[in-house]
């Protein structure tokens, strides 16, 4: 797609509303023609797109929410969410359900996946199948009270998954989201544990927020390098944060040895200084960097896959991290009781 001078300026407008967005009260309705939303799907789409690439390949590792389902995607816009999805999830969707406040962005992204899924595209969920909702980037446009509406709408869905971008707030918001809908819904990622989130509590220094990795070929792109020098962007920071809820899942649930590493490791002196999370809270600890030089070198890296582990210590220091195992859709597993 050839980008004109009045293209980069519509983006460079759209993404001005986006950053003045704050959740305090609804934003109207933004779309104003279908070349936004193709101008928009070609670009900050996509990095959401990738977004969702790194939370939909953890399920994947995982073995988690494998059953067929009937799927809807709330506040949908060009339809991004949807169609990463369907790329990897599409042999078992039994339905797709699009909803936005747009009518213009419900069309465009019909349009687009019944190209690619004739017939799958419906306007109301397979009757008599377990419901999935998606939602994708939502949080800084809809007050209180919509979000609320937004909470009711989910209500009776078997499986959600939501991604945010990572700013520490648009995180914190969805932490208290998660606690809300923790009466009906169990945790599944990014938490290695299934309780109360200690971030709800006493959140200090800390956010939920973690890092994807755009495709290599990205900086190698010549658009995605104009993209970068006009919007200012840099290409390779995708913070994000994300829920993943099912109701009523299997008994199993994860090892009390496990453990997620939170936002970027910082390096120091022969050490790394993680912020990790379980089900005793969130805190830094250090990670020697000659116990496992293979696993510092990845750590300090950028991700290549959800930075989840089971630990070992040496005293106050983290010795080993290690791969966990996945096992009938859970991980790591650990007995009940």
């Not at 979000?147 to 991604?163: F, K, R, T």
């Not at 750590?299 to 106050?316: D, I, M, N, T």
């Not at 966990?324 to 597993?333: L, N, R, S």
């Amino acid at each position: 797609m050839q980008f004109s001078p009045a293209d980069w300026q519509r983006l460079e407008a759209l993404r001005a509303r986006f950053l003045d967005a704050d959740g305090g009260t609804d934003v109207p309705d933004y779309w104003s023609s279908a070349r936004d939303l193709e101008l928009y799907h070609a670009s900050f789409a996509q990095r959401i797109g990738w977004k969702w690439d790194a939370v939909l390949a953890e399920l994947d590792r995982r073995g988690l929410l494998t059953e067929p389902m009937a799927v809807t995607d709330l506040g949908c816009g060009s339809g991004i969410a949807a169609e990463r999805w369907l790329a990897r999830r599409g042999a078992q969707t039994l339905s797709l359900t699009l909803r936005d406040r747009s009518a213009r962005a419900v069309e465009f992204a019909s349009a687009r996946l019944n190209g690619s899924h004739p017939g799958l595209v419906r306007p109301e969920p397979a009757a008599d199948a377990p419901r999935m909702v998606l939602i994708s980037h939502v949080l800084s446009e809809l007050s209180p009270s919509a979000c609320d509406e937004l909470l009711g709408a989910i209500e009776s869905a078997d499986a959600l998954i939501w991604v945010e971008p990572g700013s520490r707030e648009l995180a914190m918001r969805l932490v208290t989201l998660r606690e809300r809908l923790r009466a009906r819904f169990t945790p599944l990622a990014p938490c290695p544990h299934r309780g109360a989130c200690p971030l709800a509590l006493d959140a200090g220094e800390f956010w939920c927020h973690h890092f994807a990795a755009p495709p290599r070929e990205v900086f190698r792109n010549a658009f995605w390098s104009q993209f970068s020098r006009n919007l200012g962007i840099d290409l390779r920071s995708l913070p994000y944060s994300f829920l993943v809820m099912q109701r009523q899942p299997a008994s199993a649930a994860p090892a009390s040895d496990l453990v997620r590493v939170l936002g970027r490791p910082r390096e120091g002196k022969g050490h790394l200084r993680l912020d990790v999370c379980d089900a005793a809270g969130v805190r830094t600890e250090n990670f020697l960097v000659r116990f496992d030089k293979s696993r510092a070198k990845e750590l300090a890296g950028e991700p290549v896959r959800e930075r989840l582990y089971r630990v070992s210590r040496e005293g106050e220091r983290i010795r080993a991290l290690e791969l966990p195992e996945c096992v009938e859709g859970a991980t790591h597993i650990a007995p009940q009781g």
